[in-house]
């Protein structure tokens, strides 16, 4: 799964909460990690594995701790949204 990809389920995701009225906050984080993966000019592969993912604007806490899981669809926890 590629840095598109990722963005895209985040642009997704963002949809359905704003659809279910969750908090605007909420919507908006996902929606900016989302663009900060599609702006992203380095490899993600090359980012998580060096443990940047932290410095990059528009990826929050909650995206970061799980940073290691994200590249694997079955690591993705939807559960909590």
């Known amino acids: 799964m590629n840095k598109h990809a990722i963005a895209g389920i985040l642009n ?3 949809v359905l909460l704003e659809l279910k009225d ?3 906050f909420k919507v908006r984080a996902y929606h900016a990690g989302a663009r ?8 993600l592969d090359t980012v998580i594995a ?3 993912l932290q410095g990059i604007k ?6 970061r701790r799980r940073s290691p899981n994200c590249r694997r669809p079955a690591g993705w926890n939807f559960s909590k949204i």
């Not at 900060?36 to 490899?43: F, I, K, P, R």
């Not at 528009?58 to 995206?63: E, K």
């Open 12 to 14: 997704e995701i963002g």
């Open 36 to 43: 900060a993966l599609e702006t992203l000019e380095e490899d």
């Open 22 to 24: 969750e908090n605007l």
């Open 50 to 52: 060096e443990g940047r």
């Open 58 to 63: 528009g990826i929050v806490r909650h995206w």
